[in-house]
T-cell receptor
Framework: AQKVTQAQTEISVVEKEDVTLDCVYE???????LFWYKQPPSGELVFLIR??????QNEISGRYSWNFQKSTSSFNFTITASQVVDSAVYFC??????????????FGKGTKLTVNP | DADVTQTPRNRITKTGKRIMLECSQTKGHDRMYWYRQDPGLGLRLIYY???????NKGEISDGYSVSRQAQAKFSLSLESAIPNQTALYFCATSDSLLEQFFGPGTRLTVL
């Protein structure tokens, strides 16, 4: 079965530091999707990115960047020049192909990031 | 208006009571999901549905049931609530590319 490991339970940094959130996954599927979601203290879940398993290009969106490496089954997320507003729980997720041929997501346990002023 | 709504947003109930959590969506998606979130355990899938006639158990379905009344509505029921079902519950919908759109969550407390 698919598995997503976010080994960092909590991370605390000072504003303007760079921080990387790790995500390691296990899958037997040859085609799959990887995701990152953000959950700020207000509680809602916000989609950040989706990556197809065939696309290993790194992606940058403002201060956010993602490093996808199939060779190490990792999809790490870096925040550059962190800000207090980045404080949240971040979840990595992996698509799983069900027996019926449909797909659902498997989530990691999340990493709580605290950015201190 | 929000694309995915959940009612109630907060609920306190007693052990043994039946409770229903409701989810409605205006995104026109066929796929709907119920998750529960517990501190340190992330999001765990309870049930999911890919259309009105398709209901599937997730990782932790024991003690829960669901009803897909229409494409836009997916309800989660606790037939006899117990304290370890105290959690934050999320409904979600997704498109064919699997991006999940989450509701605001329902905080359930079972005393």
């Amino acid at each position: 079965a698919q598995k997503v490991t976010q080994a960092q339970t909590e991370i605390s940094v000072v504003e303007k530091e760079d921080v990387t959130l790790d995500c390691v996954y296990e899958t037997r599927d040859t085609t799959y999707y990887l995701f990152w979601y953000k959950q700020p203290p207000s509680g809602e879940l916000v989609f950040l990115i989706r990556r197809n398993s065939f696309d290993e290009q790194n992606e940058i969106s403002g201060r956010y960047s993602w490093n996808f490496q199939k060779s190490t089954s990792s999809f790490n997320f870096t925040i550059t020049a962190s800000q207090v507003v980045d404080s949240a729980v971040y979840f990595c997720a992996l698509s799983e192909l069900t027996q019926g041929g449909s797909e659902k997501l498997v989530f990691g346990k999340g990493t709580k990031l605290t950015v201190n002023p | 208006d929000a694309d995915v709504t959940q009612t109630p947003r907060n609920r306190i109930t007693k052990t043994g009571k039946r409770i229903m959590l409701e989810c409605s969506q205006t995104k026109g998606h066929d796929r709907m999901y119920w998750y529960r979130q517990d501190p340190g355990l992330g999001l765990r899938l309870i049930y999911y549905s890919f259309d009105v006639k398709d209901i599937n158990k997730g990782e932790i379905s024991d003690g829960y049931s669901v009803s897909r009344q229409a494409q836009a509505k997916f309800s989660l029921s606790l037939e006899s609530a117990i304290p370890n079902q105290t959690a934050l519950y999320f409904c979600a919908t997704s498109d064919s590319l699997l991006e999940q759109f989450f509701g605001p969550g329902t905080r359930l407390t079972v005393l």
